[in-house]
């Protein structure tokens, strides 16, 4: 099992910046695959990036605005945000993801972020 909690969210203006949080424990945290995907009202959830193996990945939406952040030692990774539109308006959650004889998936609780124009 692996608990996520997230922190950080809030409201911003356009152009602001937020760093959110995301805390892992209950796992080896090098081992799982990390990610970000963010729901807006009416809408699908998406993925917004996903860092796995060294590798790093964003959406179309976010390259270069949003860096996600791995840190191994502290068992955490972090959304920095950067110039941040009313269309990043979403609740953003926290994804673990484990795939070895079974696929492991979790989610955090999620944190809400709104830019006002």
């Known amino acids: 099992q692996v608990q996520l909690v997230e922190s950080g969210g809030g409201l911003v203006q356009a152009g602001g910046s937020l760093r959110l949080s995301c805390a892992a424990s209950?796992?080896?945290?090098?081992?799982?695959?990390m990610s970000w995907y963010r729901q807006a009202p009416g809408k699908q959830r998406e993925l917004v990036a996903v860092?796995?193996?060294?590798?790093?990945n964003y959406a179309d939406s976010v390259k270069g605005r949003f860096t996600i952040i791995r840190d191994n030692a502290k068992n955490t990774v972090f959304l920095q945000m950067n110039s941040l539109k009313p269309e990043d308006t979403a609740v953003y959650y926290c994804?673990?993801?484990?795939?070895?004889?079974?696929?492991?998936?979790?989610w955090g609780q999620g944190t809400q972020v709104t830019v006002s124009s």
């Open positions: 860092t796995s193996g060294g590798s790093i």
């Open positions: 994804n673990a993801r484990r795939t070895t004889w079974r696929v492991e998936n979790y």
């Open positions: 209950g796992s080896i945290f090098s081992t799982l695959a």
